[in-house]
Structure formats: C-alpha cells, structure tokens
C-alpha cells in the first residue's frame, strides 16, 4: 500500500528565503507525482505535475523534482513571498486513477 | 467553466440525520472522484466514477455513505445515519481523462459537522 509522508508538517520562513518542502513515498511503481497548494476554506489547486519519466518541472518560482528510485520529490520555491503562505499537499499516483495524498506541510512566509 | 461547484458549503446536522452532498463536475470531464479530509487521516479518497460508473468504491467507511452519479453532470454523496466521527471537510473533484498528464481539479469543498 502506498505511503506518501510530508516534511515538515509546517515551516515558517521570512519573506525573501528560498526554501524546500520535501515528499517521499514507499511505493516506486508510480504513474506520476503531483504538488497542490490549498488555501484555508478552499479546495486544492494543482502546481505542477510530473510524470514518472521526467526529473523535474518548473512553474516560475516554483521547481518540483522527482527521484522515482529513492521515492523522493522536492518542492523549491525561491524568494518566498506572503502570498505563498499556505498548506503545499503532494500526491502519487499508481497505476490506477487513484492520488494517494500526503498530509501537507503548512508554510508561512512572514513579511 | 466555473470550475467543480459544490454545494452545500457547510452543514451542520445532528447525529442520525441524513445528509446529502451535491458535486457538479467540469463540462467535458470523464473522471469524478469524492475525498475526505480531516486532521487525523489527511485527504482520503472515498469513491470515483468514470463516466458515471462507479470504479474504486473501497474508500467508503461504510454501509451508511452511497455515493450515485446519475448523468454526466451531477453527483451525490450521502450519508445515512450521519455520525459525529463523519465531521470532516468533503471535497469533489472532477478530471478529463486518465492521462498521465491530466490533474485533478477541485470543488471548494463542503464542511460537515455532525453533533
């Protein structure tokens, strides 16, 4: 049964740092890797996505990488800003349609 | 689109009422997919339908929760009898294919209390 673990489970940063929430997962075997962000009282929302045959993806200030073999993703977010301040999820997927979630790491970035 | 919509935002009913949560997917989307999310476990998937059938009930607690999806652009959710260890955040979500590329987008959610 697949596994995924988030650490921390909540970072407090000053605006301006570079920072990196981490996910590992027990199970390899996967279909690809996701990182959503979720706002208080609000649903999540997809950031990037990587597949099991990429590396890494970018999106702006955000860098997502993923090690398949170690079950390792990283997510890097340079010049953290206040707006980033929220609950960062990430999820796998097997072979099924099923995302298996972790239970977030909640950032706050401090003006 | 407007996105996965939700409804009721919040519900707040006693123990042994039965509730009923409503999902509209995306327009277009094939996949629809019902989680859980509370402190203790994180985001649960409980059930998810492909075309209106559903595929992968093995989330569901238990008996008392059903979950249908009559036509392509409607899901319920239910829960008879509710219980206070029901309390949790129920989100929906909807998806366009099973694509290693396609994500998952996400209602806002409906907050349940059970007293």
């Known amino acids: 049964k697949q596994e995924v673990t988030q650490i921390p489970a909540a970072l407090s940063v000053p605006e301006g740092e570079n920072l990196v929430l981490n996910c590992s997962f027990t199970?390899?075997?996967?279909?690809?890797l996701q990182w959503f962000r979720q706002d208080p009282g609000k649903g999540l929302t997809s950031l990037l996505l990587?597949?099991?045959?990429?590396r890494e993806q970018t999106s702006g200030r955000l860098n997502a990488s993923l090690d398949k073999s170690s079950g390792r993703s990283t997510l890097y977010i340079a010049a953290s800003q206040p707006g980033d301040s929220a609950t960062y999820l990430c999820a796998v997927r097997g072979g099924s349609e099923k995302l298996v979630f972790g239970k977030g790491t909640k950032l706050t970035v401090n003006p | 689109d407007a996105g996965v919509i939700q409804s009721p935002r919040h519900e707040v009913t006693e123990m042994g009422q039965e509730v009923t949560l409503r999902c509209k997917p995306i327009s277009g989307h094939d996949y629809l997919f019902w989680y859980r999310q509370t402190m203790m476990r994180g985001l649960e998937l409980l059930i998810y339908f492909n075309n209106n059938v559903p595929i992968d009930d093995s989330g569901m607690p238990e008996d008392r929760f059903s979950a249908k999806m009559p036509n392509a652009s409607f899901s319920t959710l239910k829960i008879q009898p509710s219980e206070p260890r029901d309390s949790a955040v129920y989100f929906c979500?909807?998806?366009?294919?099973?694509?290693?590329?396609?994500?998952?987008?996400f209602g806002p959610g409906t907050r349940l209390t059970v007293l």
């Open positions: 979500a909807s998806s366009l294919t099973s694509s290693s590329t396609d994500t998952q987008y």
């Open positions: 990587i597949q099991s045959s990429q």
């Open positions: 199970d390899s075997a996967i279909y690809n």
